[in-house]
């Protein structure tokens, strides 16, 4: 038998769960509209020749493998060069942290497109030639490693100090502690941040067709002046950008949760 408050407790949840669901309906609907008003004044509009779609779209697709490629390669340089910079922070010899202060404060106060200008067109002039894709990774990696490092750096000062100070009494030394107790608990702090700027980063590596790298943004380009109809392929890319930015930022939330999961067992198992 249950009584009145079990009851009553059923009542209330279905009732809630009810509200969620109607509310996810009317989301999803509102989603759906606003997409097809879109839709429509895309192709209303601007005159849209389905012909020109089928050869243009998959062309401009062609170059996600590129924007991928150059993302996730920039992301692992930006990673190290964010680690490297956050130790250089929390050094205390003076020079170490000078050269860390001195990257972050440069990389973060010069424009990423002019970095990029520099390592395509500047570093021939001293005879150093590099393809494009390498040009991509150096500057984004170095932009994106110099603000990352400050991540890193909150990440593992917001490790608790007693955590150190329990590490020093059983014996530790600061290298064996930094890697077993402080950087695992860091590295679960820092690795949001780490989606959000691969997030980002996806996005500013459209910057890369200024030096001439075949990403989506050059492929929309070059095929739009090609026929007059560069809106159209924009709006391809743009279209392209999004889809990608929905699909790894659901994939960072999964993440993120799984994270948060493994949290609650650990403080439930406690």
Same mark, same amino acid.
């Given at each position: 038998m249950h009584t009145d408050a079990e009851l009553l407790a059923k009542a209330v949840a279905k009732d809630e769960a009810r509200r969620a669901a =109607?509310?996810? #309906? =009317?989301? =999803? #609907? +509102?989603?759906?509209? %606003? #997409? +097809? %008003?879109l839709a429509a004044f895309v192709f209303l509009s601007l005159n849209v020749e389905v012909d020109f779609l089928t050869r243009a779209t998959p062309f401009i697709i062609e170059g996600i493998w590129i924007t991928l490629a150059v993302s996730s390669a920039s992301i692992v340089l930006a990673t190290l060069?964010?680690? %490297?910079?956050? %130790?250089?922070r929390l050094s205390s010899n003076a020079v170490v942290n000078a050269i860390a202060s001195f990257y972050v404060s440069f990389f973060r106060g010069t424009p990423l497109i002019l970095q990029l200008l520099v390592w395509y067109l500047?570093?021939?002039?001293?005879?150093? $030639?590099?393809?494009p894709i390498f040009c991509a990774?150096?500057?984004l990696g170095m932009n994106y490693g110099a603000y990352m490092t400050e991540i890193f750096r909150a990440g593992i000062q917001?490790?608790? #100090? +007693?955590?150190?100070e329990a590490a020093a009494a059983l014996g530790m030394s600061g290298g064996t502690s930094f890697r077993r107790i402080i950087?695992?608990?860091a590295f679960r702090i820092i690795v949001p941040a780490i989606g959000n700027d691969f997030v980002a980063m996806l996005?500013?590596?459209?910057?890369?067709s200024t030096v001439a790298l075949h990403e989506i943004v050059w492929r929309a380009r070059n095929i739009g002046q090609k026929e007059f109809k560069t809106l159209q392929t924009f $709006? $391809?890319?743009a279209m392209i950008y999004w889809t990608l930015t929905i699909v790894f930022t659901a994939v960072q939330n999964r993440i993120e949760s799984r994270l948060a999961a493994g949290d609650r067992n650990k403080a439930v198992k406690g």
């Open positions: =109607r509310w996810q #309906l =009317r989301f =999803r #609907l +509102g989603w759906a509209a %606003l #997409l +097809g %008003l060069l964010a680690a %490297l910079g956050a %130790l250089g500047a570093l021939p002039q001293v005879g150093i $030639i590099l393809d990774i150096g500057a917001a490790v608790p #100090l +007693g955590q150190r950087a695992p608990q996005k500013d590596s459209a910057l890369a $709006i $391809i890319a």
